[in-house]
Nanobody
């Protein structure tokens, strides 16, 4: 059973940056595509970006392009989401997810089987 753990969420001021981490034990994350999602109160879970196996493809939704970057550190078995120029609309619980079968790179929640518990990001002055 793949278990994902997110960390790095915090309260930050507008314009600030955060780096979120998604780690796992017992499996090699480089064998999985990984997607990042966020969910604000009262809103549906939204995929913000994904990275395919072996970093061949990354994809971001338009509203985060140029501000969000997903990367891997295979030595640490960790996938990161770097978030720059944070604004209040970026607030929410951020989740990483992995598929149960092959998925190249998708931001649709239905494509993913394994989810972490989430980490809270709050952007406020």
């Amino acid at each position: 059973q793949l278990q994902l753990v997110e960390s790095g969420g915090d309260l930050v001021q507008p314009g600030g940056s955060l780096r979120l981490s998604c780690s796992a034990s017992g499996v090699t994350l480089d064998n999985y595509s990984i997607a990042w999602f966020r969910q604000a109160p009262g809103k549906e879970r939204e995929g913000v970006g994904c990275i395919s196996r072996s970093d061949r493809i990354t994809y971001y939704i338009d509203s985060v392009k140029g501000r969000f970057t997903i990367s891997r550190d295979n030595a640490k078995n960790t996938v990161y989401l770097q978030i720059n120029s944070l604004n209040p609309e970026d607030s929410g619980v951020y989740y990483c997810a992995a598929p149960g079968s092959y998925v190249s790179c998708s931001v649709y929640p239905a494509a993913y089987t394994y989810w972490g518990q989430g980490t809270q990001v709050t952007v406020s002055s």
